[in-house]
């Protein structure tokens, strides 16, 4: 019973350089979410996914590019890496919307951009 | 702008305490969670409570929610060493679509052996 993951687990690029992250869940849940944190703050949603080739902006989603072609599947690409987009992102999982249900996030990736 | 505001930012408490901690917001909700977060790992649900709910309970966890003043609190009773995290509360507004969740900033606390 994977769960919820994301790889990979740690990544340094440099400036300017595209980098995907993955995520990926085994649960066939509707909504998946993408998560940024920085050092001693709470989550900003990036963008999010209420199904296959459903997608939509979140609070923060400038720089980043999202995809759903599969259920399980939301990778999330930063086509031209900057250094304040360093920071842990995590992906998250949901059953449902109406009502809102308990999310489920993966363990993280931690991106430094140089 | 963050919906929800976690009070305080840091608690330090012996194990065998009591631990509370509050979390504001600014909007209508439907409901209202809390998570866990340990140290570089990812979110962990704790539990929900629906606005026309006033108060829940799940073993050593106690929320309330007061609609009227936008506040709720998380109490941890009899406080272990294991429950050292930092914990956010989470909002889901009514005017918002889908099942989007705003986080506060969370509380870190510190539970000493």
């Known amino acids: 019973d994977a769960g919820i993951t994301q790889s990979p687990r740690y990544k340094i690029t440099e400036t300017g350089r595209q980098v995907t992250l993955m995520c990926h869940q085994t649960w066939s849940h509707s909504y998946m979410f993408w998560y940024r944190q920085d050092l001693g703050h709470g989550l900003r949603l990036i963008y999010y996914?209420?199904?296959?080739?459903?997608?939509d902006k979140g609070e923060v989603p400038d720089g980043y590019v999202v995809s759903r072609s599969k259920t399980e599947n939301f990778p999330l690409t930063l086509e031209s890496a900057t250094r304040s987009q360093t920071s842990v992102y995590f992906c998250a999982s949901s059953e449902s919307a109406n009502p809102t249900y308990e999310q489920y996030f993966g363990p993280g990736t931690r991106l430094t951009v140089t | 702008s963050q919906q929800g505001e976690e009070d305080p930012q840091a608690l330090s408490i012996q194990e065998g305490e009591n631990a509370t901690m509050n979390c504001s917001y600014k909007t209508s909700i439907n409901n209202l969670q809390w998570y866990r977060q340990n140290s570089g790992r990812g979110l962990v649900h704790l539990i929900l409570?629906?606005?026309?709910?006033r108060e829940k309970h799940s073993g050593r966890l106690r929320v309330t929610l007061d609609t009227s003043k936008k506040s709720s609190s998380l109490l941890i009773t009899a406080s272990r060493a294991a429950d050292t995290a930092s914990y956010f509360c989470?909002?889901?507004?009514?005017?918002?679509?889908?099942?989007?969740?705003?986080f506060g900033e969370g509380t870190q606390l510190t539970v000493n052996p």
């Open positions: 989470a909002t889901d507004a009514r005017e918002t679509s889908g099942s989007r969740l705003t």
């Open positions: 996914s209420a199904a296959a080739d459903i997608t």
């Open positions: 409570i629906r606005s026309n709910e």
